[in-house]
């Protein structure tokens, strides 16, 4: 048989050469790999990695045990969860700080025991994207030393066109205490999320969690295009 260009013979001494030559092959040629590009294509191909690697995600909030069906109307809703999880395939796109021990994936991996922090200056920023569009009902953070944050959406496939969902001052905590911020959203839709730290408390904010509860859309899912 022929398989990728490489003869093979029957028995294991076939199977055997099968083996080494297909390590002898080129890297590119043996596995597929989206990384990122630092050409203006950066976008472009985060996102299709997201495309590639994130639709299982998507058709498993769609139709892995998430859906229900409204006897009454005949139809079939879903129940909301948190899409802002980076076991349901959300990530951070971008963010204006970055420090390896205190990454702003943290932010999304559904813990308060870990956290994203900033550098000493503000505004600081943290661009979420899900792999589909979702319906948004509300958002819960946790956080330390914010003082105003903003929160903006966006439906595009790419990051671009944001509109302002609320904006908010939070109470200075005292002692060992967080800031936990509950915002009730209707007829909200988002690709991307924005929150914007505009200022805090203290040189130095931190951001233990974010929650978006809603649930996919099931008629608008753009990466699948």
């Known amino acids: ?35 990122y590009a630092s050409s203006s294509n950066e976008w472009s191909l985060l996102l299709d990695g997201m495309k590639i690697g994130n639709m299982q995600s998507v058709k498993k909030s769609l ?10 109307e005949g139809r079939k809703t879903y129940n909301t969860f948190n899409v802002a999880l980076l076991t349901e395939g959300a990530i951070v ?8 021990r ?32 979702s319906a948004l009902r509300t958002i819960r953070t946790v956080t330390s030393n914010v003082r105003v944050l903003c929160l903006e ?20 905590q005292s002692g060992q205490q967080r800031q936990r911020h509950v915002e009730h959203l209707k007829g909200i839709h988002a ?8 200022s805090g408390w203290s040189h130095f904010a931190v951001v233990f969690s974010i929650e978006a509860e ?6 608008m899912v753009p990466l699948a295009c």
């Open 1 to 35: 048989r022929n398989r990728g260009g490489i003869e093979e013979k029957g028995g294991l001494e076939g199977r055997e050469e099968g083996r080494k030559a297909r390590d002898r092959q080129p890297a590119r040629m043996r596995q597929r790999d989206i990384g």
């Open 63 to 72: 139709q892995g045990g998430r859906s229900d069906v409204n006897t009454r």
């Open 93 to 100: 796109l971008a963010k204006t700080s970055s420090d390896p």
């Open 102 to 133: 205190f990454p702003a994936r943290n932010a999304l991996d559904g813990t308060s025991k870990t956290f994203w922090l900033t550098t000493g200056m503000f505004p600081q920023e943290l661009l979420v994207t899900f792999p589909s569009v």
């Open 153 to 172: 959406s966006s439906e595009e496939l790419r990051p671009k066109n944001f509109e302002q969902v609320f904006r908010t001052e939070l109470l200075p």
């Open 191 to 198: 690709h991307h999320l924005r929150f914007r730290l505009l």
């Open 214 to 219: 809603g649930n996919p859309v099931e008629h």
